[in-house]
């Protein structure tokens, strides 16, 4: 088949507005999928072309949770992960013996670069005991200091649990977050001081405003958005429970306070509905809801063709420290059969 000059794309992204380009891409990557036994493994903030394409070729589209478990279930050799880079450390230690590529390794995470290893380990050892609790939004290195590992579909009972326990629990990094499911179960929580630049835009004042120009409006929030604007929520959670919300809601207009990739798959999975985007911007701003996390727009297909082509973007994780890791993110796993 043909393939793209490589010279061609020495940077993530599409060209623009080439469909046949667009197309030949799309028929190189699926070619290269079977070729290789690759799956391709996508979060929901990824672009529409990337989510379009793992759906077409049997990969999966969701939130961070489940593009874990699909991974470690899946039977191919080569798991290819669109979304962020510990997305891509995730899939590596739960399947040590899988090869992992991501489209670019520089898509990483503000939560993962806020919570730098050393400074946090210097936290665990303030707090000794505690039971460390770590968003998977982290650094494997984070992840092997931690006792669990959660995302936002499961942090609320999972810390239930501890604290049913009776454990005292150090959670990290997501501010909003903690401090949401701190809130929410009454859990005794100390929190790292992190947050996602992304959805830490979303403005409460805003969100009141637009609230009541359409009353009759469902709010569906992330839980790493702001107190004030989480406030205001009909529903908290998951990219995947918040989609699952929309579909399940007898109400036809939805404002959503996530990246801006979710409405793809949103309005596929909830023909006929309107969605709109929670204001992250104040009067005047040229951008009223510029939600979109850049690291995540960098999965485009270009460079997604091109790590399959060449095997580039291949992530490693030290085994020690992947030995290390890999307890907390199997209690994740397995917390269901708890
Ligand atoms: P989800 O687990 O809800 O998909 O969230 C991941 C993420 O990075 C949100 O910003
Ligand atoms: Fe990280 Fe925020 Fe981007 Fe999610 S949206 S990957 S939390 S920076």
């Not at 010279?7 to 046949?20: H, K, L, M, R, Y």
């Not at 899939?91 to 898509?107: C, F, Q, Y």
């Not at 030290?318 to 059969?337: G, Q, T, V, W």
């Amino acid at each position: 088949m043909s393939t793209i000059p490589l010279n061609q794309w020495a940077t993530p992204g599409d060209p623009a507005g080439d469909p046949s380009t667009h197309e030949r891409l799309r028929e190189e990557i699926k070619t290269l999928l079977v070729e290789q036994n690759a799956v391709l493994v996508a979060h929901y903030y990824t672009d529409e072309a990337i989510q379009a394409l793992a759906e077409e070729t049997g990969g999966c589209v969701a939130d961070s949770l489940e593009m874990a478990r699909f991974g470690a279930a899946s039977a191919a050799e080569t798991i290819v992960v669109a979304g962020v880079r510990f997305m891509g450390e995730t899939a590596k230690i739960l399947s040590p013996d899988k090869r992992v590529l991501m489209p670019t390794l520089e898509a990483t995470c503000s939560l993962d670069l806020g919570c730098e290893p050393s400074a946090f380990s210097a936290f665990c050892d303030a707090h000794p005991d505690r039971t460390v609790v770590v968003y998977a939004n982290t650094s494997a290195e984070v992840k092997a200091r931690a006792d669990w590992v959660v995302t936002s579909s499961i942090a609320v009972e999972v810390v239930e649990y501890l604290m049913d326990q009776g454990e005292a629990i150090l959670w990290a990094p997501d501010k909003h977050l903690g401090a949401y499911i701190k809130e929410k179960t009454g859990a005794d929580m100390i929190l790292w001081d992190g947050a996602c630049i992304v959805h830490d835009e979303f403005k409460a004042k805003g969100l009141r405003e637009l609230k009541a120009v359409h009353p009759h409006a469902m709010v569906l929030v992330h839980p790493e958005s702001p107190k004030g604007v989480v406030d205001q929520a009909d529903v908290v959670g998951s990219t995947s429970q918040l989609i699952k919300a929309a579909v399940a809601s007898d109400q036809d207009t939805f404002i959503v306070a996530t990246d801006q990739g979710i409405f793809y798959k949103m309005r596929q999975a909830a023909p006929g509905k309107t969605f709109m985007a929670a204001p992250t911007a104040g009067h005047g701003a040229e951008c009223k809801s510029c939600a979109n996390c850049p690291w995540m727009a960098m999965n485009a297909l270009a460079p997604l063709a091109l790590a399959l082509r060449l095997g580039d973007n291949e992530i490693t994780v030290p085994p020690a420290l992947a030995e290390k890791a890999l307890l907390p993110l199997e209690r994740m796993l397995n917390f269901n059969k708890v």
